[in-house]
């Protein structure tokens, strides 16, 4: 096969932009669904559409974090083997419909999104919860850490930004498990972005700060939707800690079989998802970084963040479909 990486090692560097064709064809599917109240349905066709695209790509991929495991989910489940099989073996995880419940209700940063990497590199994570802390670029290595606390998070990102902390913007999911963060964040002076759902998006949002309004995101949220934000990171820059909720003898065993011995670890961003990877998200909603699907009497307009690590090339791709049936 002829190398098409940019350093002789990595994935091949024309699906950098072929992948971008499978997050719109998902986002596509989805937006026809907005705002009808039925998530299980905009979710579905997501993840068809998600799936027969992804089955076009010239590789030998195999799910990794995806919608479950197979017996929940019938399609795009963990360990589902993907692609036409020509081409590099390598590790997948997306999330056909990040935010089901913000694009059953029309709200903003419902997102497509996709991450490819060579195989063995992404962390294989249960479908639990994690804790997440992350910043956008620019930061001095170690400004947030995990293991501190709020309060010290939060001055800690205001010194390095050379802002007062009132200045500071926290992006934080509106669950009652956050009730004490909150109170915490906010007794700092700090201000918050509630969210309802989406914190894929999140944590992509720290890395534009000027555009997105979000300095920092804290909390805890999916462990699926850790690993590919640490892969979108991992392309943007920027830093980010993980650690999964493995309270219960149950989730700790279920840990162990994808191989997790210590169920206390904290993950950075690199061991999240390590080596080249590649990244697309295509606007389901409109958002603040991406807009979302827009149906027009003469097409279909998609809006899209493709990106590699390896060469940290951040793509924004503004698409016009014509035919969707004609797609392939
Ligand atoms: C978050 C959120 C996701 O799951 O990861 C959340 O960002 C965590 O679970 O969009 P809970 O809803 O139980 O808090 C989602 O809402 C759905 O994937
Ligand atoms: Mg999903
Ligand atoms: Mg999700």
Avoid: W
Avoid at 24 to 46: I, M, S, T, W, Y
Avoid at 203 to 224: K, M, N, Q
């Amino acid at each position: 096969m002829a190398d098409n990486t940019t350093s002789g090692t990595g994935l091949d560097r024309i699906l950098t932009l072929e992948i971008a064709r499978v997050t719109e064809r998902a986002a596509v599917a989805a937006a026809r669904l907005r705002g009808r109240g039925d998530e299980k349905a905009a979710d579905q066709v997501a993840v068809d559409a998600m799936r027969q695209e992804l089955n076009r790509l010239p590789i030998d991929g195999t799910v990794v974090i995806g919608e479950g495991e197979r017996d929940e989910a019938p399609m795009l489940y963990i360990g589902e083997e993907v692609g036409t099989k020509d081409g590099a073996a390598v590790d997948i995880a997306l999330d056909p419909l990040e935010g089901t419940t913000i694009c059953a209700k029309n709200l903003p940063n419902s997102l497509a999104v996709i991450a490819i990497a060579e195989r063995g590199s992404l962390l294989y994570a249960p479908d639990v919860y994690m804790e997440k802390i992350a910043i956008g670029p620019g930061y001095p290595e170690g400004t947030v850490k995990l293991d501190a606390s709020p309060t010290d998070n939060i001055h800690a990102v205001a010194k390095a930004k050379g802002v007062a902390v009132h200045e500071i913007t926290a992006c934080i999911l509106d669950r009652p498990r956050h009730a004490k963060l909150i109170d915490e964040v906010r007794a700092t002076g700090a201000a918050i972005r509630l969210i309802g759902d989406g914190d894929v998006a999140g944590v992509i949002h720290t890395t534009d700060p000027e555009e997105t309004g979000i300095d920092i995101y804290l909390g805890i949220g999916g462990a699926p939707e850790g690993v590919l934000a640490a892969a979108a990171l991992r392309c943007i820059g920027g830093q980010m800690e993980g650690r999964l909720e493995l309270n219960t003898p149950e989730k700790i065993a279920r840990a162990k079989k994808m191989g997790i011995e210590d169920p206390n670890k904290i993950y950075t961003m690199v061991e999240m998802a390590t080596g080249d990877v590649l990244f697309s998200a295509t606007g389901v909603t409109d958002g603040n970084l991406l807009q979302g699907v827009k149906f027009a009497h003469d097409g279909i307009s998609t809006h899209t963040i493709v990106m590699r690590s390896s060469s940290k090339t951040v793509r924004e791709i503004k698409a016009r479909h014509q035919d969707l049936d004609k797609f392939s």
